[in-house]
């Protein structure tokens, strides 16, 4: 599904690859990731990470898409794996300064209705989340869980340039404020990094790689 994002990207703006060091390739407590970046021209950042666990009996795949140049919200797309299910988040988080509406997410939402819902919880970032975010598990439907990650990822950055133009130094402080929020209260990512890279190396990879509050 990164592969997707990727290409969906792609096909919309021009990337450019970022040096991250040894973020590039991170191993602890049995789990192994691998995280890409890009800068998209006149967008914003995309991170792409995979991760596998226990032997390649869990895998992750996991992409963001943090807007510093247009007005749009925050895209999370986290795919899971494991015990033959398949666990897809689909996040859109308000970090934009003028709260524009993608209108046409709705009907792709829509489309894959058939879907079994899956709750993942409550969180602190609830309030920051638009309703048009969407989860799933299933198992034995990968193929129909992975169309529906690339319908809506293609439907968002078709929608994206239409949000308009940002400062980008306010909308950097608005992905900031998320960061920030996230090394503050927790999330299940961000904990396990944690665990693995320390507090100080989690917040410089959410601020300067993941979420491009800095250039």
Same mark, same amino acid.
């Not at 934009?96 to 792709?108: K, Q, V, Y």
């Not at 950097?172 to 961000?190: D, I, K, M, S, T």
């Given at each position: 599904?990164?592969?997707?994002?990727?290409?969906?990207?792609?096909?919309?703006?021009?990337?450019?690859?970022? +040096?991250?060091?040894? $973020?590039?390739?991170?191993?602890?407590?049995?789990?192994?990731? !691998?995280?890409?970046?890009?800068?998209?021209?006149?967008?914003?950042?995309? %991170?792409?990470? #995979?991760?596998?666990?226990?032997?390649?009996?869990?895998?992750? #795949?996991? @992409?963001?898409?943090?807007?510093? +140049?247009?007005?749009?919200?925050?895209?999370? %797309?986290?795919?899971?794996? @494991? @015990?033959?299910?398949?666990?897809?988040?689909?996040?859109?988080?308000?970090?934009?300064?003028? !709260?524009?509406?993608?209108?046409?997410?709705?009907?792709?939402?829509?489309?894959?209705?058939?879907? &079994?819902? !899956?709750?993942?919880?409550? !969180?602190?970032?609830?309030?920051?989340?638009? &309703?048009?975010?969407?989860?799933?598990?299933?198992?034995?439907?990968?193929?129909? =869980?992975?169309?529906?990650?690339?319908?809506?990822? #293609?439907?968002? $950055?078709?929608?994206?340039?239409?949000?308009?133009?940002?400062?980008?130094?306010?909308?950097?402080? %608005?992905? @900031?404020?998320?960061?920030?929020?996230?090394?503050?209260?927790?999330? &299940?990512?961000?904990?396990?990094?944690?665990? =693995?890279?320390? +507090?100080?190396?989690?917040?410089?990879?959410?601020?300067?790689?993941?979420? %491009?509050?800095? #250039?």
């Amino acid at each position: 599904m990164n592969d997707f994002m990727l290409l969906s990207a792609a096909s919309r703006f021009s990337l450019r690859p970022v +040096e991250i060091g040894g $973020f590039a390739s991170l191993s602890g407590r049995g789990m192994h990731f !691998h995280t890409r970046v890009y800068d998209a021209a006149g967008a914003g950042r995309l %991170c792409l990470m #995979e991760m596998r666990a226990f032997g390649g009996l869990m895998k992750m #795949e996991s @992409a963001v898409f943090s807007p510093t +140049e247009l007005d749009g919200p925050l895209f999370s %797309c986290d795919a899971v794996d @494991a @015990a033959g299910n398949t666990t897809l988040l689909l996040e859109l988080y308000d970090t934009t300064l003028s !709260h524009p509406r993608l209108a046409g997410l709705d009907e792709i939402k829509a489309a894959y209705a058939d879907l &079994p819902a !899956h709750d993942p919880g409550s !969180h602190w970032y609830d309030s920051l989340r638009l &309703p048009v975010s969407d989860f799933k598990k299933a198992k034995g439907r990968r193929a129909d =869980i992975a169309a529906y990650a690339g319908a809506y990822t #293609e439907r968002y $950055f078709a929608l994206l340039p239409g949000c308009g133009p940002c400062d980008p130094g306010k909308k950097r402080a %608005c992905n @900031a404020a998320y960061a920030e929020g996230l090394l503050q209260n927790g999330g &299940p990512a961000v904990n396990t990094f944690r665990k =693995i890279l320390g +507090e100080e190396k989690t917040a410089l990879f959410l601020k300067k790689y993941m979420f %491009c509050c800095e #250039e």
